[in-house]
């Protein structure tokens, strides 16, 4: 049952007549909000409810006056009645032949109003800025010309399979995304076009965000826009180092870098000497080439690693220096850490970086050959993680492993300094004891029995199948007899990837004992 109240608010919210308000509401199940809005949303709805048909018109006027209604239109000195284009509905002060005629009229130039913005509407759409579009005889336009789009370009750079143009494509795709108004929205593959510059005399002061963002802005001056092939070449042919920060954008600790630590003058100085610096937002597809190499076990997810910075061996690869999680060091200290890594270490031919003196933790997990007891405490640390998050970070910095790790008795000292020259001897007599003499032959492919190995070298890379229980010798046996060219002769080293674990420490391991199962091996020369 319909209420009055509702009635007469619908009435007096739309203006409509008692009989469409409760034909609506009837129809609405006496919700009036549904009412109003389905009043308003079909036009034709109201026009088949205030224009009724003749015989309802005709049956209405034998009955007695209804309450009446505001009137509709407006009436001049001259007694001319002015009718809206949306006030079709009909005058109730007139009589019913003098209603239906303005009704009609007012219909009629509704219709033509819309018709005559269609045309207008379909000109501009397709017969450009308005103008009017050809048409044949028959009054039917010409078909729309052909057009040819270019999504991904076919070429970019220097890879010939594209994925550098899909790259740079999700790249600007991503910048086009991002908020201008948010400072912390800037990507580091920003060309830098809209550093900040000093505002010319007499113009306006720029805005707070804008001079957040100026704050916050990445290092364009200090990074390389390179590969992270391009970077390991650029930094072999100007023997640089490769310094990389990787950047959570949701951590304030990472923003701070780009404020404080790259634009201090004597750290930029520094960078720019020395590195190839290379800056990459997490989320990047740039960066997942760093992340799969140097954090294993889905570390990159884990909070407490950033701010990350690393230092990376352009000849090998290898990670030599790691400054991971907080407190992260200010500036002085940092820039006196850069100085003393330049210090103890060099990319001459001719020099010997330290190593490590401290076994580094074991970074993969063999789970096949774990016990039941080491898979169960395993998943329990897993779950813990899941839940709580790791509450350090799990990284390890490579360097400090190569310092010593207390004051060591004069005695000792004595034993480790003469200790050294012999474990020397000894590692270079073990390489000369390998003979050179026996070239490799792959065994048929078993998947049970046999494993591929990955020798990565500055040209590029060999793959050979080895067997699971040949000793790590045969590695360097195969070396010695099929040397390089241009390397013959020439000492070199083999440490797998990531762990940087130097192999001649495992000459009797077999393949599969040593973790080189489908692994990477890094083949280093030794020129003096």
């Known amino acids: 049952m319909v209420k009055d109240e509702d009635v007469e608010s619908f009435m007096g919210i739309t ?13 609405c199940g006496s919700e009036l909000e549904q009412a109003i809005q389905l009043w308003f949303n079909d036009e034709e709805l109201q026009r088949s409810l205030t224009n009724p048909a003749p015989s309802t018109a005709t049956a209405s006027a034998s009955r007695p006056s209804r309450p009446s209604r505001p009137q509709i239109g407006r009436e001049d000195a001259q007694g001319v009645i002015h009718i809206d284009s949306d006030d079709d509905v009909p005058m109730t002060d007139f009589d019913d032949d003098d209603a239906d005629d303005v009704t009609s009229v007012a219909r009629r130039a509704q219709e033509e109003e819309d ?45 010939d399979d594209g994925h550098d143009a899909v790259l740079e494509q999700l790249r600007r795709r991503q910048q086009a995304r991002a908020r201008p108004n948010n400072p912390f929205a800037q990507s580091v593959w920003d ?31 200090l990074m390389s826009h390179l590969s992270w092939d391009e970077a390991r070449d650029e930094g072999k042919d100007s023997k ?23 634009k201090a003058p004597e750290i930029k100085a520094l960078v720019k000497e020395n590195f190839v610096f290379l800056q990459f937002d997490k989320t990047d597809f740039a960066a997942e080439q760093y992340i799969t190499f140097y954090f294993p076990n889905e ?40 100085a003393e890594f330049l210090d103890r270490y ?93 070239p ?38 195969w070396l010695k007899a099929e040397p390089l060219e241009g390397k013959e002769g020439v000492e070199f080293e083999l440490k797998s990837m990531p762990a940087g674990t130097d ?26």
């Not at 570390?299 to 907080?326: A, C, F, L, M």
């Not at 032959?441 to 793959?463: C, F, M, S, W, Y």
Request: with cysteine.
């Open 503 to 528: 192999l001649i420490e495992h000459l009797d391991k077999t393949i599969q004992e040593a973790g080189l199962a489908n692994g990477t091996v890094m083949l280093e020369f030794i020129e003096e």
């Open 240 to 262: 640089k180092w490769i310094l990389v920060n990787l950047q959570d954008m949701s951590d304030f600790n990472c923003q701070a870098l780009n404020r404080d630590i790259w």
């Open 191 to 221: 060309d830098g076009a809209r550093s900040s510059h000093p505002a010319a005399p007499g113009a306006a002061e720029p805005s707070r965000a804008s001079r957040l963002a100026d704050l916050f802005r990445p290092p364009h001056d």
């Open 115 to 159: 018709a005559a913005m269609a045309k207008r509407l379909q000109e501009e759409l397709y017969g450009g800025g308005g103008q009017p579009q050809p048409t044949d005889e028959e009054g039917i336009r010409a078909p729309m010309a052909r057009t040819t789009e270019t999504l991904v370009a076919p070429t970019y750079g220097h890879d």
């Open 299 to 338: 570390g990159h997810h884990n909070p407490n690693n950033y701010p990350h910075v690393s230092i990376i061996d352009p000849r090998t690869g290898e990670q030599v220096k790691v400054w991971s999680g907080i407190p992260f060091p200010n500036v002085l200290d940092f820039h006196a850490q850069l």
């Open 440 to 477: 490799h032959v792959e065994p048929p492919a078993d998947p049970k029995t046999t494993t591929r190995l990955q020798v990565r070298n500055p040209p590029g890379r060999i793959i050979r199948r080895f067997r699971l229980d040949e000793p790590v010798c045969r590695i360097y046996e």
């Open 15 to 27: 203006g409509a007549d008692r009989r469409a308000a409760q034909q609506m509401l009837e129809l």
């Open 346 to 438: 060099s990319l001459s031919a001719h020099s010997k970086n330290p190593v490590p003196k401290v076994k580094r933790p074991e970074r993969t997990v063999d789970v096949d050959r774990m016990t039941e007891e080491e898979m169960l405490e395993m998943a329990l640390q897993n779950s813990l993680d899941a839940n709580g998050g790791p509450s350090e970070p799990n990284l390890v910095d490579p360097d400090e492993l190569t310092k010593s790790t207390g004051a060591l008795p004069e005695e000792k000292g004595k034993e480790k300094a003469e200790a050294e020259p012999e474990a020397s001897a000894a590692q270079e007599s073990a390489f000369a004891r390998i003979p050179s003499d026996r």
